[in-house]
């Protein structure tokens, strides 16, 4: 048996027949509308940051182009490349983009916009953005794809197969919006449980990525030297990825801080404006 023939196509590094074209066709189809979403709000006045416009755009560019073009190298190596670039890296670019706000924004009042709040703050959506579920979805689907028999039976099973690509990349893109909560939902979680949630599930990845190194997944045969490089590219782009968003954390903490800072001061200006003129009065 060659290596190539324990693992699906997709996870061979190649498109996953219908879906990669349906999952490519959805990413264009984002881009081009986030684009207009943009044009349209600027049109009116509206202030919306240029390089949320590129950060969008470059996630969906990379998730159609994983879907349509065989990642490089050897069978396991290309199956990694594909899911570092669909379930971490673009998922990053696309939640910088802050889709949902945008969409908000450009959405006149009326049923739409109520309708699309209501979905974002109804409770199934704040127990999926929960952080601890939403890493317990990504990285618990990566352990089950790795260390059972569904990786190699994906290979056999095309619904299968189209099913694990659908679910790494929704839940990259959940767990990556859990984490960096830019745009509005119904529960705004704290820094401190984000952050940790980040480190474990930070940690859970690294030590799959490190048992990989040395066991290929159940019913798999890549060769050795295949399966350490695609072990090497998941742990150390993971440890890129897992930087990015930690990025997203501080940038936020140091935000904060600067608003606590000017709310203080401007206490502060507006105390000291209140005592000096009876202070004046009294040694009048």
Same mark, same amino acid.
């Given at each position: ?21 349906? &999952? ?7 881009? &081009? *509308? ?50 570092v ?8 670019? /696309? /939640? ?8 908000l ?13 209501? /979905? ?46 659908a679910?790494? +990349? ?25 952050? *940790?949630t ?9 030590? +799959?990525?490190?048992?990989?190194? &040395? ?28 930087? &990015? ?13 600067g ?26």
């Amino acid at each position: 048996m060659s290596p190539a023939a324990s693992v699906p196509a997709a996870a061979a590094g190649h498109p996953a027949g219908v879906f990669g074209l349906a &999952a490519a066709a959805v990413a264009l189809a984002a881009t &081009a *509308a986030y684009v207009l979403a943009a044009l349209r709000l600027r049109g009116r006045g509206d202030a919306w940051p240029w390089w949320r416009d590129a950060s969008f755009a470059a996630g969906c560019m990379a998730i159609a182009h994983a879907m349509l073009t065989p990642m490089p190298g050897e069978p396991f190596t290309a199956h990694m490349a594909h899911h570092v670039v669909t379930a971490m890296a673009a998922p990053v670019l /696309v /939640v910088l983009g802050r889709p949902l706000t945008l969409l908000l924004r450009s959405l006149p009042p009326g049923h739409a916009r109520r309708g699309l709040l209501a /979905v974002a703050h109804s409770r199934p959506v704040a127990w999926l953005l929960f952080p601890p579920v939403a890493a317990l979805l990504d990285m618990g689907g990566l352990w089950l794809l790795h260390r059972s028999p569904v990786l190699a039976d994906a290979h056999h099973q095309p619904v299968l197969g189209a099913a694990v690509q659908a679910h790494l +990349l929704a839940a990259g893109l959940l767990f990556t919006f859990s984490v960096c909560r830019l745009d509005p939902v119904r529960h705004r979680w704290g820094l401190a449980l984000r952050g *940790a949630t980040l480190l474990v599930a930070g940690a859970a990845h690294a030590v +799959l990525a490190k048992t990989l190194y &040395a066991t290929p997944p159940p019913g798999t045969s890549f060769t050795a030297l295949d399966l350490q490089t695609g072990a090497q590219l998941m742990y150390y782009g993971g440890d890129l990825a897992e930087l &990015a968003l930690a990025s997203v954390l501080a940038a936020e903490w140091y935000t904060r801080g600067g608003r606590a800072l000017r709310r203080a001061d401007s206490r502060g200006t507006t105390a000291t404006g209140r005592l000096e003129p009876a202070a004046g009065g009294a040694g009048a």
